[in-house]
């Protein structure tokens, strides 16, 4: 059996209302921020879910914490699901990465940081252990825009080349299913 995934990005913080480009640091959600987690919880909490993952970054970690107080779907955090680290660039304004994203597809960002592979190559650890542990189920993942990007090319054939410098289109919520048998290669077996 495979595991349904819906994808949602964490709640709008005090950076995406500056154009602020968060990457590696903590951030916090907005009120208008903590008034959509609230609304996620709402659309979600009778969604059938098993469990949520979220990355272990504060905005997300806030964004579950809020949208699923009170409930008793187990919430988990992962490491693997975080944000691309931009290294020097955590912190810059949005506009300062826009446009140079496909620069750091394969180069990792300046000043320790990641590249978008190297994201897709958290992700897809995460999903193979995801595959391994929850078939049958459906789970919720609440990240950043790189991973909806991984998941994009793991999951649905994507290229990252198409991915990074076109504008996100958010929405509420994205829907992939994982296969149960999910190489580390991104393709089922």
């Not at 609304?39 to 979220?54: I, N």
């Amino acid at each position: 059996m495979s595991v349904d995934i819906v994808y949602e990005t964490h709640s709008l913080t005090e950076d995406n209302e500056r154009g602020i480009a968060t990457g590696r640091l903590p951030g916090r959600l907005s009120a208008t921020g903590r008034r959509l987690a609230a609304r996620l919880g709402e659309r979600r909490r009778d969604d059938g879910l098993a469990a949520v993952f979220v990355s272990d970054l504060h905005r997300a970690v806030e964004t579950a914490r809020i949208a699923f107080a009170g409930t008793a779907v187990p919430v988990h955090r992962d490491p693997r699901l975080r944000e691309c680290d931009y290294g020097e660039l955590n912190g810059c304004p949005v506009a300062a990465l826009e446009g140079r994203r496909s620069r750091h597809i394969d180069a990792p960002y300046p000043g320790g940081g990641q590249s978008y592979r190297q994201v897709v190559a958290a992700t897809e650890d995460f999903l193979h252990d995801l595959a391994a542990g929850w078939s049958g189920r459906r789970v919720l993942l609440i990240a950043h825009s790189a991973n909806k990007w991984a998941l994009d090319c793991l999951l649905a054939g994507a290229s990252l080349e198409d991915l990074v410098d076109a504008p996100f289109g958010w929405q509420e919520g994205w829907s992939y299913t994982l296969p149960r048998h999910f190489s580390r290669r991104g393709t089922a077996t």
